[in-house]
């Protein structure tokens, strides 16, 4: 399997009758790994189902993949719950759903390095955080850093999506928004084993929501509600692989991924055993979302006047219903 920027594929075993474009967040990467997983293993494919995955470099990361599903191009993408909220509160809004939560507990965190002085979020203040400038993302964090004690005053750089760990080491910002199973990891075989502060969500009084996603489009739902059946069935198969032996889905992974990282099965198999813990539920369910979660979530915002319209109008409690926004159908 090959998902680079040259967008090869894998040639079905046969002719598949279903096809579906799924648009990733980020180069593929170990928080993808059960649809990586899944598609190497040939599940998709055994179901009669052929997955074209769409690699955000192929476009330098222009268009983000909730809006290649608003505009239709794809029929799946990988999204934080921010995309979701986002979508549906405009004024033309698109009705994208989440239909699956990749991973059950959230394994972000803002981080500094050990050598910033900054040993908690209130010590941000009046420093550079390097921003993704995703939707709500700094409003968040301003927010995490006076849930601290501090004044939420930040001073916003956006570099490019993959210098992050780069800006942080050449003093060009002095914390940013990572996964720990990915980048986290990356600290370690990439950056000489950097040392870092990591300040996760929950330790500082955010709820966070689910992160990441697989969204559809409500129309897609509708019309292509046997293909996505299967394709989240495929799925879930690939993320129960990776739950029950990482070690062995790393090293399908390392052989198969067409990408730098994946090339180092110590980092994929360190990587896959931290997302292992956070892949079920407490009763053993992959992919159930909780509608507390995205009430808790959207709540918070609103209280924080973090949730505003397009014209900038703060949002009120009852304005978003939350249930709109995801779907457990296909895990019923």
């Given at each position: ?112 390095l050990k050598d ?28 995490m850093v006076k ?186």
């Amino acid at each position: 399997m090959s998902i680079g920027t040259d967008a090869k594929r894998l040639t079905p075993k046969f002719q598949t009758h279903m096809h579906l474009k799924l648009a990733l967040d980020w180069t593929p990467n170990t928080l993808h790994a059960g649809i990586l997983l899944a598609d190497a293993r040939g599940y998709y494919q055994d179901d009669n189902l052929n997955l074209e995955i769409i690699n955000p470099a192929d476009d330098n990361y222009k268009v983000t993949p909730a809006k290649k599903l608003a505009q239709k191009q794809v029929h799946l993408a990988i999204a934080p719950s921010e995309s979701v909220i986002s979508f549906n509160m405009r004024k033309n809004p698109a009705p994208l759903l989440a239909i699956t939560a990749n991973l059950q507990q959230d394994t972000s965190a803002i981080v500094a390095l050990k050598d910033s002085e900054i040993e908690r979020p209130a010590q941000m203040d009046g420093r550079r955080f390097a921003s993704y400038n995703a939707r709500f993302e700094n409003d968040i964090v301003r927010q995490m850093v006076k849930n601290d004690g501090g004044k939420g005053e930040l001073e916003i750089t956006n570099p490019e999506m993959l210098s992050m760990w780069d800006n942080l080491v050449e003093k060009k910002a002095d914390a940013t928004w990572v996964f720990l199973p990915w980048e986290g990891v990356k600290a370690k075989y990439e950056h000489d084993n950097l040392q870092y502060h990591a300040f996760r969500m929950a330790d500082y009084g955010v709820p966070y929501g689910y992160s990441p996603l697989i969204i559809s489009h409500q129309d897609f739902i509708n019309d292509e509600n046997t293909a996505l059946k299967i394709f989240l069935q495929a799925t879930e198969r690939g993320w129960r692989d990776v739950h029950d032996d990482p070690e062995k889905a790393a090293q399908v992974l390392h052989k198969q991924v067409d990408q730098p990282e994946f090339k180092n099965l110590d980092f994929i198999i360190d990587s896959l055993k931290m997302i292992q813990p956070a892949l079920l539920t407490a009763n053993g369910r992959w992919g159930f979302m909780e509608g507390q979660r995205w009430v808790n979530f959207i709540d918070w915002m609103i209280s924080h006047q973090i949730l505003k319209d397009e014209e900038g109008v703060p949002m009120n409690h009852g304005q978003i219903d939350s249930s709109m926004l995801y779907t457990n159908e296909f895990f019923k």
